[in-house]
Nanobody
């Protein structure tokens, strides 16, 4: 069993930056695929970024967000720059160990965190 806990959310003005962290415990996640999803009020949870041997991004965040991992710390990060009000959402970390082709598919993740709120003011 793997537990993942997000941190680093907060309130930031448009154009600002935040770095989210997701710490995993219970098992090493060096071979897992890891991702960030987000859910805004009244909307479905959507893919933001994923990392396995490569990185993948939603078009809406490409060039602004960067996902990275530190296997020694069992942690994945999301650096968010040039934030926009439409980035406001609860951000969730997810980890998956089964073989997956589409890392943007929520069904390919086995463990989820409780989420951290990111609010971008205009």
């Amino acid at each position: 069993q793997v537990q993942v806990v997000e941190s680093g959310g907060g309130l930031v003005p448009a154009g600002g930056s935040l770095r989210l962290s997701c710490a995993a415990s219970g098992r090493t996640i060096s071979s897992y695929h890891l991702a960030w999803f987000r859910q805004a009020p009244g909307k479905e949870r959507e893919f933001v970024a994923a990392i396995k041997w490569s990185t993948f991004y939603a078009n809406s965040v490409k060039g602004r967000f960067t996902i990275s991992r530190d296997n020694a710390k069992n942690t994945v990060y999301l650096q968010m720059n040039s934030l926009k009000p439409e980035d406001t959402a609860v951000y969730y970390c997810a980890a998956g160990f089964r073989y997956a082709v589409d890392l943007g598919d929520r069904g390919n993740y086995d463990y989820w965190g409780q989420g951290t709120q990111v609010t971008v003011s205009s």
